[in-house]
C-alpha cells in the first residue's frame, strides 16, 4: 500500500504564492507517476498537473500552466506544486494521487493512490 499526506493548503489573497506538499510513504515510487488534481464543491474533479518519476516530464491543464509548477524530490518521496499568482477561482481541495506506471497521465481513473486533501482558498 501506498499513503500520501497533502499539506500546505491555507487561505490566501489573490496575486500570492503557495506551495503544497504531498509525502509518500509505503512502496518504492521508482516507477510511479504522480498528479496534483483539486476539486471545488458542486464540481468534478480536475486535473491540474503531473510528473514523471522517472524523466523528469510533466504536463499541466490549461488553467494553471504558465503559474503552477509541479516537482519531486525522490530521495524525500514527496512532491511539490508551487502555486504562483493564484486566483480566487484557483479555490479547490487540492488532491496528491499516484500512478503506479511511468507515464503522466490527466484522468483520475488512471491513478491508484490518493491522499486525503488539503484546502486551498483564495479570496479576491
Known amino acids: 500500500q501506498v499513503q500520501l499526506v497533502e499539506s500546505g493548503g491555507r487561505l490566501v489573497q489573490a496575486g500570492d504564492s503557495l506551495r503544497l506538499s504531498c509525502a509518500a510513504s509505503?512502496?518504492?515510487?521508482?516507477?510511479?507517476?504522480m498528479g496534483w488534481f483539486r476539486q471545488d464543491p458542486g464540481k468534478e474533479r480536475e486535473f491540474v498537473a503531473a510528473?514523471?518519476?522517472?524523466?523528469?516530464?510533466?504536463y499541466y491543464a490549461d488553467s494553471v500552466k504558465g503559474r503552477f509548477t509541479i516537482s519531486r524530490d525522490n530521495a524525500k518521496k514527496t512532491v511539490y506544486l508551487q502555486m504562483n499568482s493564484l486566483k480566487p477561482e484557483d479555490t479547490a481541495v487540492y488532491y496528491c494521487?499516484?500512478?503506479?506506471?511511468?507515464?503522466?497521465?490527466?484522468?483520475?481513473?488512471?491513478?491508484?493512490?490518493w491522499g486525503q486533501g488539503t484546502q486551498v482558498t483564495v479570496s479576491s
Open positions: 494521487a499516484a500512478r503506479r506506471v511511468i507515464a503522466i497521465a490527466t484522468t483520475e481513473y488512471d491513478y491508484d493512490y
Open positions: 509505503g512502496r518504492t515510487f521508482s516507477s510511479y507517476a
Open positions: 510528473i514523471s518519476w522517472s524523466d523528469f516530464s510533466t
